[in-house]
């Protein structure tokens, strides 16, 4: 997915929602290796009625000067 549709649908996921929307990061790993960078993000999702844990994991490159996101997967726990 391309970043301005991502931003978007996070946009209208807040919107959408009956209670305000709080993402904590419980923990950070990262690996960097040259110009590569992996990061996992284990986070926690307050939905005002209930809260679900999950992980973000980032790929990121360093190019033009500038560490850019290159692929993102999040899963939420079950």
Same mark, same amino acid.
């Given at each position: 997915?391309? *970043?301005?549709? +991502?931003?978007?649908?996070? =946009?209208?996921? #807040?919107?959408?929602?009956? #209670?305000?929307? *709080?993402?904590?990061?419980?923990? &950070?790993? !990262? &690996?960097? *290796? @040259? ?12 939905? @005002? &009625?209930?809260? !679900? =844990? @999950? #992980?973000? +994991? /980032? &790929?990121? !490159? /360093?190019?033009? @000067? =500038? ?6 997967? /999040?899963?939420?726990?079950?």
């Amino acid at each position: 997915m391309e *970043k301005a549709p +991502f931003l978007e649908s996070q =946009r209208q996921a #807040h919107a959408s929602s009956p #209670h305000p929307l *709080k993402e904590v990061p419980l923990s &950070t790993e !990262v &690996t960097i *290796k @040259g110009n590569l960078a992996h990061v996992n993000v284990y986070w926690e999702l307050d939905r @005002g &009625t209930d809260r !679900v =844990r @999950g #992980h973000d +994991f /980032f &790929t990121l !490159v /360093f190019a033009e @000067g =500038r560490w850019q996101i290159i692929a993102l997967v /999040f899963n939420q726990e079950s």
